[in-house]
């Protein structure tokens, strides 16, 4: 079954940076998109970066691009998220996400259990 479990989160003071992992198993990894959410306390999920299945193409959310990186690792069936100069509104839990399309068009969508960022000194 399709597995997503991240990891790296912490506490950090503003200004330091965190690299978040997220190991795959379950699915062939070098054929999706993988994608990181957050979800602050008591705010909606957002969408923070996808990257293209060989790593070609990525999106970063505007107002984090500057500052966060993803990649991805095909070898490792990982995908990671590079954090610099972190700020307090970077609070928030950071999933890893996946879409796997099904025959007849459905689209299973998974997550990970999530890792906490805490950014405060």
């Known amino acids: 079954q399709v597995q997503l479990v991240e990891s790296g989160g912490g506490l950090v003071q503003p200004g330091g940076s965190l690299r978040l992992s997220c190991a795959a198993s379950?699915?062939?990894?070098?054929?999706?998109?993988m994608r990181w959410y957050r979800q602050p306390s008591a705010k909606e999920r957002e969408l923070v970066a996808d990257?293209?299945?060989?790593?070609?193409?990525?999106n970063v959310l505007d107002s984090v691009k500057d500052r966060f990186t993803i990649s991805r690792d095909n070898d490792h069936n990982t995908v990671y998220l590079q954090m610099n100069s972190l700020k307090a509104d970077d609070t928030a839990v950071y999933f890893c996400?996946?879409?796997?399309?099904?025959?007849?068009?459905?689209?299973?969508?998974?997550w990970g259990q999530g890792t906490q960022v805490t950014v405060s000194s």
């Open positions: 996400n996946v879409q796997i399309a099904r025959p007849g068009g459905a689209v299973d969508v998974y």
């Open positions: 379950g699915f062939t990894f070098s054929r999706y998109t």
């Open positions: 990257i293209s299945p060989s790593d070609r193409f990525t």
